[in-house]
Nanobody, 124 residues
Framework: QVQLVESGGGLVQAGASLRLSCTASGDIFSHYAMAWFRQAPGKEREFVATISYNGGRTSYADSVKGRFTISRDNAKNTVYLQMNSLKSEDTAVYYC?????????????????WGQGTQVTVSS
């Protein structure tokens, strides 16, 4: 069992950067693969990025590849999403997710634990 709390969202202009953080508690963080998903109003939740338990492997959605970077600091029980060159299309609620796996997991159904979400709004 793990609890996740996201932070770092906000309202920014197109082209700006944000760094989201997700802090975990309740279990051994280093045993979990972590991911970010997002959901815009009226749309389904979509995969953004994932990172393996030790940070050795990452994967990104094509829509964010080259602009977003996922990373983790297991000593701080935290996963990050660095978002650069933000576009209006990135506006969504961003959710942190965790699953106990030593491999990366790309689909939302594979994640057992979810945070409450943090709003990212990009104005053009």
């Amino acid at each position: 069992q793990v609890q996740l709390v996201e932070s770092g969202g906000g309202l920014v202009q197109a082209g700006a950067s944000l760094r989201l953080s997700c802090t975990a508690s309740g279990d051994i963080f280093s045993h979990y693969a972590m991911a970010w998903f997002r959901q815009a109003p009226g749309k389904e939740r979509e995969f953004v990025a994932t990172i393996s338990y030790n940070g050795g492997r990452t994967s990104y959605a094509d829509s964010v590849k080259g602009r977003f970077t996922i990373s983790r600091d297991n000593a701080k029980n935290t996963v990050y999403l660095q978002m650069n060159s933000l576009k209006s299309e990135d506006t969504a609620v961003y959710y942190c997710a965790a699953t106990r796996s030593y491999t990366i997991v790309l689909n939302s159904a594979g994640y057992l634990f979810w945070g409450q979400g943090t709003q990212v709004t990009v104005s053009s």
